[in-house]
Every structure is written in structure tokens, then in C-alpha cells.
């Protein structure tokens, strides 16, 4: 077996660039979205509001600035192969060395605390929310997920009985997004984790946002359900920044895990119009 070599420190160059990268350019599959919403949305004020978004865009990736105010608590997922050594230094330290140097080179807003109740800012976005895969091979692939607060604080947990099933799930997240209509800066994309524990759906649920806008789940029975809950969602109304229109969310992304027999958690996470994501494999 042949073991391959990572510097810690070319580790810490990547996350720095795409956490800079991240906040200041949107991925395609998230800008041809919001193209289509903006040629799609029926209501006046939600059209201009889609051109004012579109325009944000441009002017971020032109001038190298954040796209939002609030450039995000850093989360990193990551999937580390079995057959990769990490050298010169601590994984977890570099990932964190390169979310204080991106966030600081990139003139990015530091938003965490050091402590969750008596406050304290870090001063440097450190440290990361990693969330770390040992997976066979000797590649080493990692996402940049900045996540802002507004956004984040939509998100919920359900702990339902089984029998509550399908039509459970789609009033969760309907109910759930109706209330919170313009806070997290829609039109969004809402990820949905079905199964697991209680903190396993959580999880699937911010991890199927990094899919892409326009891909559907493997398994049909998901992939249709994802469409039904994308038509409802929109049915809400709510619309482009809570001002109505057709467009509430660009799209439903469903990840699920095996639960036990007696449980039947449901998480929601959603991802604002800003929908910053980057990815590298190294």
C-alpha cells in the first residue's frame, strides 16, 4: 500500500483561498438559478429584488468583495482518505490556520464566539465547524460551507412519531418556511435530513446542501418527493426576500440515514439566496 503525503501547510493555503473565494463569488450552478428565478418570477417586486441580488453578484466577483455582511461561521466538510498522511503539522490546526488567514488576508467579518453565552469575539473566525469522513483512497476533498446566522437560525429539528410518515415531513417543512418568511433571504435552498439520531439528521441536513441546484436524488421515491416539497415551498408565496412572488426557494435537497424502529427525526437547514460554497480535491 502506497501512502500518500499532504503538507498541513498547502492544506492551510487552500481553505484560506476558497474561504476568501467562497464569500466572494458565487458557484455556477447557484448563479444560472438565480438567472432563471429572476426570468421565472411572476410578481414585480420580486423581479427587482432578483435584479438587485443579480447585480450584488456581479459587483462581489468584479471587486473582489463579500457578497453579504455576514461572511459566515466557517464550515468545512471533508473526506479524508484512509491512505493519506498528513504531514508537517496538525489536520484540524490546518484547516483552522486557513480560515484565520482567509478571513483575515480577505478583510472577511469575524462573527464567533468564543464562548456561546458570555460572548468574546475570537477575533479570527476560528475555529471551523469540521466535519471529518475517513474514506478509502488518497485523495483529500474538502468543501468551504461559510454559513451565515440568518439563514442558520431557520433551521430546525422535529423529533415525530413514525407515524406521522411523508405527509409529517412535507407540513414540517412547509410550516417551517412559511414562518419564516423573509429572514433567511430567500429565494433559498432548504436541505432536508430524514432518519438517523437526532444529531445525525442535522447533519444530512446541511450536508445536502453542498448537491447541486439541479440534481435529484438517487432514489426516485426522494427525487419526487424533492419536487413535491420545492412546489409547496413555493406555493407559500413568501417569495424573493419575503416581498412574494413564486420564487421562495431554488431548490429541496433530501439526504436520509437508517433510523431506529421508534424514532423519526426530520431536520431542516437552509442556505439563503447566497448559497457560498467551494470545493477543491487535493
Known sequence: MTVREVKAARI?????????????ELEDDVQKALEKAHA???SEAGREVMRQILEN???????RMPICQDTGLAVIFVELGQEV????GG?????NEGVRKGYTDGYLRKSSLADPVRGGNTGDNTPAVIHLALVPGDSLKLWVVPKGGGSENMSRVAMMKPADGVEGIKKFVVENIRAAGGNPCPPIIVGVGIGGTFERCAFLAKKALLREIGSVHHDPFYAALEKELLGLVNDTGVGPMGLGGRVTALAVHIETAPRHIASFPVAMNVNCHAARHKYIEL
Open 85 to 88: 498522511h498528513i504531514t508537517g
Open 12 to 24: 492551510a493555503e487552500e481553505v484560506a483561498r476558497l474561504c476568501m473565494e467562497a464569500n466572494f
Open 57 to 63: 453578484s456581479g459587483i462581489a466577483r468584479a471587486e
Open 40 to 42: 421565472g418570477e411572476e
Open 91 to 95: 489536520f484540524e490546526d490546518a484547516v
